[in-house]
């Protein structure tokens, strides 16, 4: 299996991968163009990528690939739609990189309360203000509020606890039953997140669902004075509601990601945020600790390793969860060669589309039971069919 790592992963992590027999092409500079270029020179069943694009000409260009893994949790940068056209696995590395974006979180936190960076700078300058800097409000007692409860935002709550600080928390999938749990304040919105809190924190995965979910209704909602934090994608950031919110209300911002982030590691950076005195911005570090890709890393040779030696794609994320199968048929049979063949062929002549199959053998490999998802309309004659087969014993179908 060839593997081409578009981005850079440790050694130690190729040459794992080298030891299961894979071939690994290192190219982690592949961007664009010499990306779509290198897929179709080299033809990889496995393509690589952490921060790097995957568009659908890039998908096309391997007419061998099979899985696409993203080395790193969130894959807005991969045409995902594009890969299940083409029956290309994508998979992710959930969690890896949670302890490192909530450290960054807090060290956000910290920073819009004493102003760190602007302490900083003007000692750099030559400028002591010890009587400007001097006046932080403080973060104990006050509220931190969570948008989504993924593996990152429940390790952002365990540090901010330990900063005394209250938390009130939403996203789709928490009840007020888990929230008790979770010993934090439930909300049934956003924008109830944004009235109660002193601070607001994204984390929420980007996808059409949370597309601008800080909105202007939500910046409306917040506290005169309060910080913003974005550590997710600046697709979810509403950015013109965000800057009325920070002229109108002295709304304060911390950003690690934005619009029209620079494509490159390095560049210049001209982005209408970057020189407001109320917003800081990092240069999307969330995950960059040592700790964190060695973790990633590990769980990418993983994904690969299962997918070379089983079939199987671990943290896959698109695969349907409900197809369009209408039927189950069910055909008990005798485990001899072309059994299934003729049933499928029955299947075929009758213009059902298999969905979901799956064949279960019995003790002592006599018989086994075929299991077969299917979309197509009423006809008992096909079921009557499949029963006279040779080597079938019975065949049943029920309606989904």
């Given at each position: 299996?060839?593997?081409?790592?578009?981005?850079?992963?440790?050694?130690?992590?190729?040459?794992?991968?080298?030891?299961?027999?894979?071939?690994?092409?290192n190219?982690?500079?592949?961007?664009?163009?010499?990306?779509?270029?290198?897929l179709?020179?080299?033809?990889?069943?496995?393509?690589?990528?952490?921060?790097?694009?995957?568009?659908?000409?890039?998908?096309?260009?391997?007419?061998?690939?099979?899985?696409?893994?993203?080395?790193?949790?969130?894959?807005?940068?991969?045409?995902?739609?594009?890969?299940?056209?083409?029956?290309v696995?994508?998979?992710?590395?959930?969690?890896?990189?949670?302890?490192?974006?909530?450290?960054?979180?807090?060290?956000?936190?910290?920073?819009?309360?004493?102003?760190?960076?602007?302490?900083?700078?003007?000692?750099?300058?030559?400028i002591?203000?010890?009587?400007?800097?001097?006046?932080?409000?403080?973060?104990?007692?006050r509220?931190?509020?969570?948008?989504?409860?993924?593996?990152?935002?429940?390790e952002?709550?365990?540090?901010?606890?330990?900063?005394?600080?209250?938390?009130?928390?939403?996203?789709?999938?928490?009840?007020?039953?888990?929230?008790q749990?979770?010993?934090?304040r439930?909300?049934?919105?956003?924008?109830?997140?944004?009235?109660?809190?002193?601070?607001?924190?994204?984390?929420?995965a980007?996808?059409?669902?949370?597309?601008?979910?800080?909105?202007?209704?939500?910046?409306?909602?917040?506290?005169?004075?309060?910080?913003?934090?974005?550590?997710?994608?600046?697709?979810?950031?509403?950015?013109?509601?965000?800057?009325?919110?920070?002229?109108?209300k002295?709304?304060r911002v911390?950003?690690?990601?934005?619009?029209?982030?620079?494509?490159?590691?390095?560049?210049?950076?001209?982005?209408?945020?970057?020189?407001?005195?109320?917003?800081?911005?990092?240069?999307?570090?969330?995950?960059?600790?040592?700790?964190?890709?060695?973790?990633?890393?590990?769980?990418?040779?993983?994904?690969?390793?299962?997918?070379?030696a089983?079939?199987?794609?671990?943290?896959?994320?698109?695969?349907?969860?409900?197809?369009?199968?209408?039927?189950?048929?069910?055909?008990?049979?005798?485990?001899?060669?072309?059994?299934?063949?003729?049933?499928?062929?029955?299947?075929?002549?009758?213009?059902?589309?298999?969905?979901?199959?799956?064949?279960?053998?019995?003790?002592?490999?006599?018989?086994?039971?075929?299991?077969?998802?299917?979309?197509?309309?009423?006809?008992?004659?096909?079921?009557?069919?499949?029963?006279?087969?040779?080597?079938?014993?019975?065949?049943?179908?029920v309606?989904?």
């Open positions: 299996m060839t593997v081409l790592l578009a981005d850079a992963l440790s050694e130690a992590v190729i040459d794992q991968l080298r030891a299961t027999g894979c071939t690994v092409i190219a982690p500079d592949l961007k664009g163009r010499a990306l779509t270029e290198a179709s020179a080299h033809n990889p069943q496995v393509l690589v990528v952490r921060s790097t694009k995957v568009t659908e000409e890039d998908i096309q260009a391997a007419a061998g690939l099979e899985l696409i893994v993203r080395a790193g949790a969130g894959y807005d940068t991969i045409d995902v739609a594009a890969a299940s056209a083409a029956g696995f994508v998979a992710n590395c959930p969690g890896k990189n949670a302890c490192a974006v909530a450290e960054l979180t807090v060290g956000l936190l910290l920073s819009l309360d004493r102003s760190l960076p602007d302490n900083v700078m003007d000692a750099r300058q030559g002591w203000n010890k009587a400007k800097y001097g006046k932080a409000a403080g973060l104990k007692g509220t931190f509020g969570v948008i989504g409860l993924g593996n990152i935002g429940r952002v709550i365990k540090r901010v606890r330990a900063l005394d600080m209250d938390v009130v928390a939403w996203s789709r999938s928490l009840s007020r039953e888990e929230a749990q979770l010993n934090i439930y909300a049934a919105t956003p924008e109830d997140v944004a009235r109660q809190s002193d601070v607001v924190s994204l984390h929420c980007a996808t059409a669902d949370t597309l601008a979910l800080a909105s202007h209704d939500f910046f409306d909602a917040m506290k005169e004075g309060a910080f913003f934090i974005n550590t997710t994608r600046g697709s979810v950031v509403d950015e013109a509601a965000m800057m009325k919110a920070i002229e109108e002295g709304v911390a950003l690690d990601v934005f619009s029209d982030e620079p494509a490159g590691k390095t560049g210049t950076l001209d982005h209408p945020l970057a020189g407001h005195p109320s917003v800081y911005l990092t240069h999307h570090i969330g995950a960059s600790t040592a700790q964190a890709q060695t973790a990633i890393a590990d769980e990418a040779a993983r994904i690969i390793s299962c997918y070379a089983q079939g199987e794609v671990p943290n896959c994320v698109n695969l349907s969860t409900q197809t369009p199968a209408t039927h189950q048929l069910t055909v008990r049979h005798l485990d001899k060669v072309g059994v299934l063949a003729r049933v499928l062929n029955e299947i075929s002549l009758a213009n059902w589309n298999v969905q979901e199959m799956e064949n279960v053998i019995f003790d002592q490999a006599k018989a086994a039971c075929a299991y077969i998802r299917v979309d197509g309309q009423d006809d008992p004659g096909v079921v009557e069919r499949i029963a006279g087969l040779d080597d079938v014993l019975a065949a049943t179908i309606r989904l």
